[in-house]
């Protein structure tokens, strides 16, 4: 996150003259409501018990010390939750790509060859790599905070 307090005049002056505050914006709002469409339409309650399975599964495998035929009904139970819990994440995952996927086009269309930020390393300073951190932060924030699955 960009410490605002910390920054000298030139640089809050370039930064004002950016178009960093719509775009980061943007991108933490965009995060939210993409975190919050993916925890609206998967069934979370199904998908920490079918997590809390396969980690128990996994543990089994590794704690397993046996012959190797022994182990293929543990690895095999492993795989299927792992699949059960792809379908049931495939969707809302999909649909809550939209939302970052029509804020992506807005950006571009509206601060096309744009940078956002007047330092740090070069590929950050685009609208659309700026946009991609912020958005990620912002929905792996929300994620952590509202123990979403």
Same mark, same amino acid.
């Given at each position: 996150m960009i410490d605002l307090i910390a920054m000298s005049a030139p640089t809050l002056l370039a930064l004002a003259g950016q178009p960093a505050l719509p775009v980061l914006l943007c991108a933490a709002v965009t995060g939210v409501l993409? !975190? #919050?469409l993916y925890k609206i339409t998967s069934p979370q309650a199904r998908l920490a018990e079918v997590v809390s399975q396969l980690k128990e599964t996994q543990r089994q495998v590794a704690a397993y010390d046996g012959e190797f035929d022994?182990? #293929?009904? %543990? +690895? &095999?139970e492993s795989l299927r939750l792992s699949?059960? &819990? %792809?379908? !049931?994440? +495939?969707?809302?995952? %999909? /649909? /809550?790509?939209?939302?970052? +996927?029509a804020a992506m086009l807005w950006i571009d269309m509206t601060f096309p060859d744009a940078r956002v930020l007047p330092f740090g390393p070069l590929w950050l300073r685009s609208a659309e790599a700026a946009f991609l951190v912020v958005v990620s932060l912002s929905a792996l924030t929300v994620k952590a905070v509202f123990r979403i699955a």
């Open positions: 993409s !975190m #919050w022994g182990a #293929w009904p %543990l +690895i &095999r699949f059960v &819990r %792809l379908g !049931m994440v +495939i969707g809302p995952t %999909l /649909a /809550a790509g939209i939302p970052v +996927i």
